[in-house]
């Protein structure tokens, strides 16, 4: 008896490959639809990191000890720039208050808390590739909230295209050109933060991309079986 040996015809190959390519047509925008934008996951990143570390330090009674009942010396927080025996980054040489003072105390501080060492410089760069400018102090003890202070982050750094999501680049704080951003709709990289003298921060009130880029999905981080995010 003779054996058949069964192969695909051309035909059925090419029947096959063609099937194949479709399928990967229809997923592929699926699949990269499902992936999360890493812009929006170091923006989160950027955001909590802040988070951790200023809830770190307002709570550091070494650096910041509570003299918000003080009659005479009244501070709510982070307009506090006087310096103490117990802060060791930040000693008690410091005696200067001034907002100046405390945006420097705060800059110290918070770099020493991402590993970056001791200074005073306003911009810096963190290992993760993210670009940070901090701008526009303004703390004051008089102020119900402490004042305040910007903190602009690039979350890719020198990549393109450096603008935020409310059409600014944040040219004063880390360079660029706003007519770049223009009139964009996506990709984003960059957002600001208002720090104020109490610990709190919030984001840019016009910056949707990093207000939706900073939100929690319910679903992930607890049992409530809710679609709605945390604000």
């Not at 808390?113 to 290992?127: D, E, I, R, Y």
Request: net charge negative.
């Amino acid at each position: 008896m003779k054996r058949l040996n069964k192969a695909f015809t051309l035909t059925e190959l090419l029947v096959a490959l063609g099937v194949i390519a479709i399928l990967t047509a229809i997923l592929l925008p699926v699949i990269f639809n499902m992936m999360p934008n890493q812009n929006t996951l170091m923006a989160k990143r950027a955001y909590y990191t802040v988070q951790t570390v200023l809830s770190d330090l307002i709570n550091d009674e070494a650096c910041y000890p509570d003299k918000t009942a003080s009659t005479s010396d009244k501070r709510i927080g982070f307009d506090d720039a006087a310096g103490s025996i117990n802060c060791s980054n930040w000693n008690e040489s410091h005696t200067t208050q001034s907002s100046e003072a405390a945006a420097n105390k705060l800059y110290t501080l918070f770099k020493d808390k991402l590993g970056l060492g001791v200074n005073t410089n306003a911009s810096f760069s963190t290992p993760d590739g993210m670009n940070w400018a901090f701008t526009s102090a303004s703390f004051d003890s008089t102020a119900s909230d402490g004042g305040s202070i910007k903190l602009t982050v690039d979350v890719n750094g020198d990549g393109k295209p450096n603008c935020g999501g409310n059409g600014y680049a944040y040219v004063a704080e880390l360079g660029g050109d706003d007519s770049n951003c223009s009139g964009r709709t996506s990709g984003f990289d960059r957002f600001q933060m208002t720090i104020k003298g109490n610990g709190q921060v919030t984001v840019n009130a016009s910056d949707v991309w990093a207000i939706n880029a900073i939100k929690v999905n319910r679903n992930i981080t607890s049992d409530k079986n809710s679609n709605a995010e945390d604000e």
